[in-house]
């Protein structure tokens, strides 16, 4: 598994790793289902509202040479943005307009066990069971992703769950803006506990989407996964 090393996330250049913001907790209330608990919760409400600002035109897009070009006059500015792209080579991706993000893995990973490296099928459709969690084990999903050709702003993870057609959960966590490199980022979400008891057992259908603000989704799983008394 890649590590971070000195990865550089937009407006976090002092960080090892790039990390979410504007996070908030929503607490420690277990539901069947409940995938990832630490992750801000969006309700019927805010989905709502995210198809509303999904519908506001962001302005047109630029590319990172043109990004450097404006407000080249302001030296507080010009420095910021030089630091923020780090070693970039403005010549090889400077004149393209969308960011790519590619999610290079995803694994759960649990104390005690090997990671379970999930792989990640060209038409986000895994075949099968895609993983099992055990009832009442502390886990947590960690993924490596590589971004090119332009910045990508506010990318963001969404994930809807149900049991038996019933929506049982649904979260969403910002993981922030990042410039495009070679290297890989790497971001592990809060630790979780899957839920526990005869309730919580069973299958689950779930969606996960990698979306950032321009409302481009960059990876969409569509997965079926078990709660079970033991991991196998």
Known sequence: METDGNKKAAGEVSEKKPTATDNEASG???HGGRFYSHSRQSSVADEDDDDERSKIELGPQCSLREQLEKDKDDESLRKWKEQLLGSVDINAVGETLEPEVKIVSLAIKTNGRDDIVLPIPESGKPEG????LKEGSHYSLMFTFRVSHNI?????YTNTVWKTGIRVDSTKEMIGTFSPQEEAYTHEMPEETTPSGMLARGTYTAKSKFVDDDNKCHLEINYTFDIRKDWK
């Open 152 to 156: 990508v702003s506010g990318l963001k």
């Open 129 to 132: 069971l895609w993983f099992t």
């Open 28 to 30: 420690d209330e277990h």
